[in-house]
Protein backbone atom coordinates (compact mmCIF):
# COMPACT_ATOMS: atom_id res chain seq x y z
CA UNK A 1 0.00 0.00 0.00
CA UNK A 2 1.54 3.24 -1.15
CA UNK A 3 -0.50 6.77 -0.52
CA UNK A 4 0.17 10.27 0.79
CA UNK A 5 -1.47 12.78 2.57
CA UNK A 6 -1.37 14.73 -0.43
CA UNK A 7 -3.59 12.97 -2.23
CA UNK A 8 -6.47 13.95 0.13
CA UNK A 9 -5.75 17.45 -0.41
CA UNK A 10 -6.10 17.20 -4.25
CA UNK A 11 -9.33 15.62 -4.34
CA UNK A 12 -7.94 12.16 -5.18
CA UNK A 13 -10.02 9.13 -4.16
CA UNK A 14 -7.62 6.20 -3.95
CA UNK A 15 -8.45 2.78 -4.17
CA UNK A 16 -5.85 -0.09 -4.35
CA UNK A 17 -5.67 -2.52 -6.77
CA UNK A 18 -3.14 -5.38 -8.18
CA UNK A 19 -2.20 -8.78 -8.76
CA UNK A 20 0.27 -11.65 -9.02
CA UNK A 21 1.95 -14.58 -10.90
CA UNK A 22 1.12 -17.82 -11.45
CA UNK A 23 0.49 -20.26 -8.65
CA UNK A 24 3.10 -21.71 -6.50
CA UNK A 25 2.61 -25.67 -6.78
CA UNK A 26 4.47 -25.82 -3.28
CA UNK A 27 2.21 -23.59 -1.59
CA UNK A 28 1.05 -24.03 2.34
CA UNK A 29 -2.31 -23.48 3.01
CA UNK A 30 -2.64 -20.42 5.56
CA UNK A 31 -3.82 -22.35 9.23
CA UNK A 32 -7.16 -21.10 10.45
CA UNK A 33 -6.63 -19.67 13.85
CA UNK A 34 -8.44 -22.56 16.06
CA UNK A 35 -6.91 -25.73 14.11
CA UNK A 36 -3.59 -24.15 14.07
CA UNK A 37 -4.09 -24.17 18.06
CA UNK A 38 -5.12 -27.95 17.59
CA UNK A 39 -8.45 -27.64 19.14
CA UNK A 40 -12.01 -27.47 17.68
CA UNK A 41 -13.37 -23.86 16.92
CA UNK A 42 -16.73 -24.00 18.72
CA UNK A 43 -15.39 -25.99 21.33
CA UNK A 44 -12.67 -23.42 22.29
CA UNK A 45 -15.33 -20.66 22.10
CA UNK A 46 -17.02 -21.82 25.20
CA UNK A 47 -13.70 -21.81 27.05
CA UNK A 48 -11.87 -18.93 25.74
CA UNK A 49 -11.74 -15.87 27.70
CA UNK A 50 -11.87 -12.62 26.05
CA UNK A 51 -9.40 -10.97 24.29
CA UNK A 52 -9.27 -7.60 22.73
CA UNK A 53 -6.65 -6.88 20.25
CA UNK A 54 -5.65 -3.49 19.19
CA UNK A 55 -4.83 -2.83 15.24
CA UNK A 56 -3.14 0.43 13.65
CA UNK A 57 -3.78 0.01 10.33
CA UNK A 58 -3.28 2.41 7.06
CA UNK A 59 -5.29 3.31 4.54
CA UNK A 60 -8.56 1.91 2.63
CA UNK A 61 -8.53 -1.88 3.02
CA UNK A 62 -11.32 -3.10 4.06
CA UNK A 63 -9.94 -4.94 7.39
CA UNK A 64 -12.97 -3.50 9.16
CA UNK A 65 -14.88 -5.81 7.36
CA UNK A 66 -12.92 -9.21 7.87
CA UNK A 67 -12.16 -8.00 11.79
CA UNK A 68 -15.74 -8.23 12.18
CA UNK A 69 -15.97 -11.83 10.19
CA UNK A 70 -13.56 -13.31 12.27
CA UNK A 71 -16.09 -13.11 15.25
CA UNK A 72 -17.24 -16.21 13.35
CA UNK A 73 -13.83 -18.00 13.71
CA UNK A 74 -13.10 -16.70 17.49
CA UNK A 75 -16.39 -15.13 18.60
CA UNK A 76 -13.93 -14.67 21.88
CA UNK A 77 -11.97 -12.16 19.88
CA UNK A 78 -12.56 -8.39 19.40
CA UNK A 79 -10.38 -6.78 17.24
CA UNK A 80 -10.48 -2.49 17.75
CA UNK A 81 -8.97 -0.84 14.84
CA UNK A 82 -7.46 2.60 14.22
CA UNK A 83 -7.28 3.19 10.79
CA UNK A 84 -5.41 6.68 9.43
CA UNK A 85 -4.61 7.92 5.93
CA UNK A 86 -1.62 10.17 7.00
CA UNK A 87 1.32 7.18 6.34
CA UNK A 88 3.85 9.86 8.15
CA UNK A 89 1.86 10.31 11.31
CA UNK A 90 1.05 6.52 11.33
CA UNK A 91 4.63 5.31 11.79
CA UNK A 92 5.97 8.29 13.70
CA UNK A 93 3.27 7.55 16.43
CA UNK A 94 4.15 3.91 16.21
CA UNK A 95 8.13 4.91 16.72
CA UNK A 96 7.05 6.89 19.61
CA UNK A 97 5.12 4.56 21.07
CA UNK A 98 8.41 2.25 20.81
CA UNK A 99 10.89 4.59 21.94
CA UNK A 100 8.36 5.07 24.80
CA UNK A 101 8.08 1.35 25.70
CA UNK A 102 3.95 2.18 25.76
CA UNK A 103 1.22 2.81 23.81
CA UNK A 104 2.13 -0.18 20.79
CA UNK A 105 -0.96 -1.75 19.78
CA UNK A 106 -1.09 -5.43 19.21
CA UNK A 107 -1.21 -5.36 15.08
CA UNK A 108 0.71 -2.56 13.25
CA UNK A 109 0.88 -2.53 9.48
CA UNK A 110 4.00 -1.32 8.44
CA UNK A 111 3.86 0.53 5.01
CA UNK A 112 7.53 -0.56 2.08
CA UNK A 113 8.73 2.78 2.35
CA UNK A 114 9.00 2.68 6.19
CA UNK A 115 10.06 -0.67 6.51
CA UNK A 116 14.00 -0.30 7.34
CA UNK A 117 13.16 1.71 10.02
CA UNK A 118 10.92 -0.75 12.10
CA UNK A 119 13.88 -3.29 11.00
CA UNK A 120 16.18 -1.48 12.58
CA UNK A 121 13.78 -1.55 16.03
CA UNK A 122 12.90 -5.25 15.18
CA UNK A 123 14.32 -6.07 18.77
CA UNK A 124 10.75 -4.35 19.98
CA UNK A 125 8.58 -6.87 17.33
CA UNK A 126 7.88 -10.50 17.42
CA UNK A 127 9.94 -12.72 15.75
CA UNK A 128 6.71 -13.96 13.47
CA UNK A 129 9.08 -17.04 12.96
CA UNK A 130 8.69 -18.15 16.38
CA UNK A 131 4.90 -17.91 16.44
CA UNK A 132 4.87 -20.04 13.27
CA UNK A 133 5.05 -17.64 10.21
CA UNK A 134 8.35 -20.07 8.64
CA UNK A 135 5.19 -22.38 7.85
CA UNK A 136 3.40 -19.44 5.65
CA UNK A 137 6.62 -18.18 3.45
CA UNK A 138 5.75 -20.23 0.85
CA UNK A 139 2.66 -18.95 0.17
CA UNK A 140 3.53 -15.39 -0.67
CA UNK A 141 5.95 -14.18 -2.80
CA UNK A 142 9.27 -14.85 -2.35
CA UNK A 143 10.72 -11.19 -3.04
CA UNK A 144 7.89 -9.83 -0.89
CA UNK A 145 8.39 -12.42 1.85
CA UNK A 146 11.95 -11.45 1.83
CA UNK A 147 11.46 -7.74 2.07
CA UNK A 148 10.48 -8.07 5.81
CA UNK A 149 12.77 -10.29 6.82
CA UNK A 150 16.39 -10.16 8.22
CA UNK A 151 19.46 -11.15 5.68
CA UNK A 152 19.39 -14.19 7.20
CA UNK A 153 15.82 -14.95 7.38
CA UNK A 154 15.93 -15.67 10.69
CA UNK A 155 14.08 -13.15 11.72
CA UNK A 156 10.69 -11.84 10.36
CA UNK A 157 8.90 -8.61 11.06
CA UNK A 158 5.56 -8.97 8.81
CA UNK A 159 3.21 -10.83 7.37
CA UNK A 160 2.68 -9.44 3.78
CA UNK A 161 0.07 -7.91 2.34
CA UNK A 162 -0.21 -5.90 -0.79
CA UNK A 163 2.01 -5.14 -3.75
CA UNK A 164 2.51 -2.55 -5.97
CA UNK A 165 3.97 -3.77 -9.50
CA UNK A 166 4.48 -1.04 -12.06
CA UNK A 167 2.05 -1.13 -15.51
CA UNK A 168 1.50 1.18 -18.65
CA UNK A 169 -1.57 2.85 -18.21
CA UNK A 170 -2.33 4.21 -21.48
CA UNK A 171 -5.25 6.19 -22.98
CA UNK A 172 -6.30 4.11 -26.25
CA UNK A 173 -8.07 7.20 -27.91
CA UNK A 174 -4.83 9.54 -28.20
CA UNK A 175 -2.78 6.17 -29.38
CA UNK A 176 -5.46 5.93 -31.95
CA UNK A 177 -5.32 9.40 -33.13
CA UNK A 178 -1.58 9.06 -33.49
CA UNK A 179 -1.69 5.71 -35.37
CA UNK A 180 -0.19 4.01 -32.85
CA UNK A 181 -1.81 -0.05 -32.10
CA UNK A 182 -3.97 0.39 -28.60
CA UNK A 183 -4.29 -3.35 -28.04
CA UNK A 184 -2.87 -4.36 -24.84
CA UNK A 185 -0.98 -7.12 -26.59
CA UNK A 186 -0.02 -4.71 -29.75
CA UNK A 187 1.22 -1.51 -27.92
CA UNK A 188 3.40 -3.51 -25.75
CA UNK A 189 4.91 -5.01 -29.00
CA UNK A 190 5.91 -0.75 -29.72
CA UNK A 191 7.14 -0.27 -26.24
CA UNK A 192 8.85 -3.55 -25.65
CA UNK A 193 11.68 -2.01 -24.90
CA UNK A 194 13.14 1.76 -24.06
CA UNK A 195 14.54 2.54 -26.94
CA UNK A 196 11.12 1.66 -29.25
CA UNK A 197 9.31 3.29 -26.11
CA UNK A 198 11.38 6.60 -27.24
CA UNK A 199 10.79 5.95 -30.44
CA UNK A 200 7.01 5.59 -30.10
CA UNK A 201 7.18 8.54 -27.84
CA UNK A 202 8.79 10.53 -30.52
CA UNK A 203 5.87 9.35 -33.26
CA UNK A 204 3.21 10.10 -30.52
CA UNK A 205 4.62 13.81 -30.22
CA UNK A 206 4.84 14.77 -33.70
CA UNK A 207 1.36 13.56 -34.63
CA UNK A 208 -0.75 14.78 -31.61
CA UNK A 209 1.37 17.48 -30.49
CA UNK A 210 0.91 16.08 -27.23
CA UNK A 211 3.49 14.82 -23.85
CA UNK A 212 3.87 11.06 -24.40
CA UNK A 213 4.12 10.76 -20.24
CA UNK A 214 2.70 12.89 -17.85
CA UNK A 215 5.52 13.50 -15.63
CA UNK A 216 9.58 12.76 -15.23
CA UNK A 217 9.15 11.25 -11.75
CA UNK A 218 7.04 8.43 -12.90
CA UNK A 219 9.35 7.77 -15.54
CA UNK A 220 12.32 7.97 -13.73
CA UNK A 221 10.61 5.49 -11.00
CA UNK A 222 9.82 3.05 -14.31
CA UNK A 223 13.48 2.57 -15.51
CA UNK A 224 15.26 3.20 -11.68
CA UNK A 225 12.96 -0.32 -10.31
CA UNK A 226 14.06 -2.91 -12.29
CA UNK A 227 17.86 -3.23 -11.38
CA UNK A 228 18.48 -5.56 -8.57
CA UNK A 229 19.44 -2.27 -6.63
CA UNK A 230 18.70 1.03 -6.33
CA UNK A 231 20.09 4.05 -3.90
CA UNK A 232 21.43 1.54 -1.72
CA UNK A 233 23.12 -2.32 -0.60
CA UNK A 234 21.96 -4.16 1.91
CA UNK A 235 24.29 -2.79 4.54
CA UNK A 236 22.65 0.20 3.64
CA UNK A 237 25.85 2.26 2.08
CA UNK A 238 25.33 4.72 -0.67
CA UNK A 239 25.73 3.37 -4.23
CA UNK A 240 23.11 5.40 -6.36
CA UNK A 241 26.38 7.06 -8.11
CA UNK A 242 27.93 3.53 -9.15
CA UNK A 243 24.65 1.81 -9.71
CA UNK A 244 24.30 2.10 -13.45
CA UNK A 245 20.37 1.76 -13.31
CA UNK A 246 20.01 4.60 -11.29
CA UNK A 247 22.42 6.79 -14.03
CA UNK A 248 20.29 5.25 -16.97
CA UNK A 249 17.16 6.35 -15.25
CA UNK A 250 18.25 9.50 -14.85
CA UNK A 251 19.61 9.78 -18.67
CA UNK A 252 16.15 8.13 -20.04
CA UNK A 253 13.97 10.96 -18.15
CA UNK A 254 16.52 13.93 -19.65
CA UNK A 255 16.11 12.30 -22.65
CA UNK A 256 12.63 12.58 -22.83
CA UNK A 257 12.27 15.87 -21.26
CA UNK A 258 14.99 17.34 -23.74
CA UNK A 259 12.98 15.92 -26.80
CA UNK A 260 9.65 17.38 -25.18
CA UNK A 261 7.38 13.79 -24.85
CA UNK A 262 7.52 13.88 -21.17
CA UNK A 263 4.88 16.34 -19.73
CA UNK A 264 5.54 18.59 -16.59
CA UNK A 265 2.82 17.39 -14.24
CA UNK A 266 3.31 17.03 -10.49
CA UNK A 267 1.93 13.74 -8.96
CA UNK A 268 -1.52 14.42 -6.79
CA UNK A 269 -2.10 17.76 -8.09
CA UNK A 270 -4.99 18.72 -9.59
CA UNK A 271 -3.39 19.83 -12.85
CA UNK A 272 -1.90 16.14 -12.70
CA UNK A 273 -5.67 15.33 -12.29
CA UNK A 274 -7.45 17.18 -14.77
CA UNK A 275 -4.92 15.68 -17.21
CA UNK A 276 -5.73 12.95 -17.01
CA UNK A 277 -9.40 12.93 -17.24
CA UNK A 278 -8.92 15.55 -20.57
CA UNK A 279 -6.24 13.60 -21.76
CA UNK A 280 -3.35 15.84 -21.57
CA UNK A 281 -1.06 12.44 -21.86
CA UNK A 282 -0.93 9.46 -23.40
CA UNK A 283 0.49 7.25 -20.66
CA UNK A 284 1.43 7.21 -17.05
CA UNK A 285 3.93 4.40 -15.27
CA UNK A 286 2.20 3.49 -12.13
CA UNK A 287 1.58 0.38 -9.43
CA UNK A 288 -1.28 -1.44 -9.73
CA UNK A 289 -2.76 0.86 -6.91
CA UNK A 290 -3.08 3.70 -9.21
CA UNK A 291 -5.56 2.19 -11.24
CA UNK A 292 -8.14 3.35 -8.33
CA UNK A 293 -6.55 6.90 -8.52
CA UNK A 294 -7.27 6.99 -12.22
CA UNK A 295 -10.46 5.99 -12.01
CA UNK A 296 -10.68 8.81 -9.34
CA UNK A 297 -9.59 11.25 -11.72
CA UNK A 298 -10.91 10.56 -14.90
CA UNK A 299 -14.75 10.01 -14.84
CA UNK A 300 -15.28 11.31 -18.04
CA UNK A 301 -13.06 9.18 -19.99
CA UNK A 302 -14.54 5.73 -18.61
CA UNK A 303 -13.63 3.11 -21.23
CA UNK A 304 -10.30 5.04 -22.79
CA UNK A 305 -8.05 3.70 -20.31
CA UNK A 306 -6.03 0.47 -20.81
CA UNK A 307 -3.23 -1.33 -19.08
CA UNK A 308 0.09 -2.81 -20.78
CA UNK A 309 3.33 -4.59 -18.99
CA UNK A 310 6.52 -2.27 -18.35
CA UNK A 311 9.29 -2.14 -20.99
CA UNK A 312 11.80 -4.33 -19.95
CA UNK A 313 10.35 -5.35 -16.86
CA UNK A 314 8.00 -4.35 -13.64
CA UNK A 315 9.34 -2.56 -10.54
CA UNK A 316 7.62 -2.54 -7.41
CA UNK A 317 5.87 0.54 -5.39
CA UNK A 318 3.87 0.13 -2.28
CA UNK A 319 3.06 -2.43 -0.20
CA UNK A 320 2.83 -3.28 3.85
CA UNK A 321 3.27 -5.73 6.09
CA UNK A 322 1.39 -7.14 9.47
CA UNK A 323 3.74 -7.04 12.19
CA UNK A 324 3.48 -7.69 16.23
CA UNK A 325 5.09 -5.21 18.59
CA UNK A 326 6.65 -7.32 21.63
CA UNK A 327 4.39 -4.72 23.99
CA UNK A 328 1.34 -7.30 22.64
CA UNK A 329 -0.02 -9.37 25.96
CA UNK A 330 -1.62 -10.97 23.28
CA UNK A 331 0.90 -12.34 20.55
CA UNK A 332 -0.36 -15.79 20.02
CA UNK A 333 -3.94 -14.47 19.06
CA UNK A 334 -2.83 -11.52 17.31
CA UNK A 335 -0.75 -13.69 15.10
CA UNK A 336 -3.73 -16.18 14.69
CA UNK A 337 -5.68 -13.40 13.34
CA UNK A 338 -3.28 -11.80 10.61
CA UNK A 339 -2.54 -15.56 9.50
CA UNK A 340 -6.57 -15.16 9.10
CA UNK A 341 -6.75 -12.00 7.52
CA UNK A 342 -3.87 -12.51 5.48
CA UNK A 343 -4.83 -16.19 3.77
CA UNK A 344 -5.01 -16.63 0.55
CA UNK A 345 -9.22 -16.21 1.19
CA UNK A 346 -8.39 -12.97 2.99
CA UNK A 347 -6.12 -11.66 0.07
CA UNK A 348 -8.96 -11.91 -2.19
CA UNK A 349 -11.54 -10.39 -0.49
CA UNK A 350 -9.54 -7.49 0.33
CA UNK A 351 -8.90 -7.18 -3.91
CA UNK A 352 -12.26 -7.52 -4.32
CA UNK A 353 -13.38 -5.25 -1.85
CA UNK A 354 -10.76 -2.45 -1.35
CA UNK A 355 -8.34 -3.39 -4.65
CA UNK A 356 -4.92 -4.49 -2.27
CA UNK A 357 -3.30 -6.75 -5.00
CA UNK A 358 -2.91 -10.02 -3.15
CA UNK A 359 0.78 -10.87 -2.28
CA UNK A 360 -0.29 -14.43 -2.55
CA UNK A 361 0.14 -15.44 -6.04
CA UNK A 362 -2.34 -19.19 -5.55
CA UNK A 363 -5.11 -15.88 -5.49
CA UNK A 364 -4.43 -15.41 -9.08
CA UNK A 365 -5.32 -18.57 -10.11
CA UNK A 366 -8.81 -17.88 -8.32
CA UNK A 367 -11.83 -17.03 -10.99
CA UNK A 368 -12.99 -14.45 -9.33
CA UNK A 369 -9.72 -12.88 -9.47
CA UNK A 370 -8.81 -13.84 -13.01
CA UNK A 371 -12.36 -13.11 -14.53
CA UNK A 372 -12.82 -9.78 -13.07
CA UNK A 373 -13.36 -6.99 -15.71
CA UNK A 374 -13.71 -3.54 -15.15
CA UNK A 375 -15.50 -1.77 -17.19
CA UNK A 376 -13.76 1.94 -16.69
CA UNK A 377 -10.74 0.11 -18.01
CA UNK A 378 -12.27 -0.85 -21.58
CA UNK A 379 -13.89 -4.20 -19.49
CA UNK A 380 -10.01 -5.40 -19.53
CA UNK A 381 -9.13 -8.26 -17.24
CA UNK A 382 -6.75 -5.80 -15.23
CA UNK A 383 -6.08 -8.64 -12.70
CA UNK A 384 -4.09 -10.57 -15.05
CA UNK A 385 -2.13 -7.61 -16.61
CA UNK A 386 -1.37 -7.11 -12.69
CA UNK A 387 -0.03 -11.09 -12.00
CA UNK A 388 2.07 -10.95 -15.41
CA UNK A 389 3.83 -7.73 -13.85
CA UNK A 390 4.69 -9.74 -10.62
CA UNK A 391 6.87 -11.99 -12.45
CA UNK A 392 9.81 -9.54 -13.28
CA UNK A 393 9.72 -7.84 -9.96
CA UNK A 394 13.04 -8.28 -7.91
CA UNK A 395 13.81 -8.11 -4.27
CA UNK A 396 15.49 -4.80 -3.53
CA UNK A 397 15.99 -3.18 0.16
CA UNK A 398 14.86 0.40 -0.19
CA UNK A 399 17.09 2.07 2.88
CA UNK A 400 16.48 3.88 4.79
CA UNK A 401 17.05 7.23 3.21
CA UNK A 402 15.62 5.87 0.08
CA UNK A 403 13.09 8.55 0.02
CA UNK A 404 15.24 11.63 0.99
CA UNK A 405 17.83 10.24 -1.73
CA UNK A 406 15.23 9.66 -4.44
CA UNK A 407 13.38 13.40 -3.45
CA UNK A 408 17.35 14.87 -4.22
CA UNK A 409 17.54 13.48 -7.64
CA UNK A 410 14.10 14.22 -8.52
CA UNK A 411 14.45 17.88 -7.70
CA UNK A 412 17.44 17.51 -10.15
CA UNK A 413 15.05 16.27 -12.69
CA UNK A 414 13.23 19.48 -12.30
CA UNK A 415 15.67 21.41 -12.43
CA UNK A 416 16.55 20.20 -15.77
CA UNK A 417 12.89 20.55 -17.26
CA UNK A 418 11.72 23.50 -15.12
CA UNK A 419 15.04 25.51 -15.39
CA UNK A 420 16.93 24.60 -18.48
CA UNK A 421 19.68 22.87 -16.14
CA UNK A 422 22.48 21.39 -17.37
CA UNK A 423 21.90 17.74 -17.06
CA UNK A 424 25.59 16.05 -15.83
CA UNK A 425 25.34 19.45 -13.41
CA UNK A 426 22.42 19.01 -11.87
CA UNK A 427 23.79 14.78 -11.44
CA UNK A 428 26.89 15.83 -9.93
CA UNK A 429 24.60 18.48 -7.36
CA UNK A 430 22.35 15.24 -6.09
CA UNK A 431 25.66 13.04 -5.82
CA UNK A 432 26.57 15.77 -3.58
CA UNK A 433 23.96 16.80 -1.57
CA UNK A 434 22.66 12.88 -1.09
CA UNK A 435 26.43 11.83 0.03
CA UNK A 436 26.37 15.28 2.48
CA UNK A 437 22.25 13.60 3.57
CA UNK A 438 24.58 10.05 4.64
CA UNK A 439 26.94 11.84 6.26
CA UNK A 440 24.51 13.23 8.39
CA UNK A 441 22.67 10.72 8.80
Given at each position: ?111 IAFLEKFMEAKDK ?182 ITQMPEGAGNWGG ?122
Amino acid sequence: MKFTKKMSKAGVALLLAASMAACSSGATPAAEPAKAAGADTKSDAKTDKPVELTFWSLGTNGYEKLAEEYKTVKPNVTIKIQNTADQTAHHNNMLTALSANKGAPDIFMVEIAFLEKFMEAKDKFNNLNDLGAGSLKGNYLDWKWKQASSTDGKFQLGLPTDVGPTVVYYRTDLLEQAGIASKPEEFYKEIATWDKFAETANKFKQKTGKTFVDMPGLLFNGVRDQGNEIFYNNNDEFIGDKNPQVKKAYDFTVKGIKEGWVGKNVLWTPEWAKDTNDGGFAVMLAPAWMSGVIKGNAKDATGKWMITQMPEGAGNWGGSFLSIPKESKNAKEAYEFISWMDSKDGQLKSYISNGLMPSIPAVYEEAKFKELKDPFYNNQAISVEFAKATKSVKPIRYGKLHDATDSIIKESLSNVQQKGGDPQAEWDSAIKKIKELNKRS
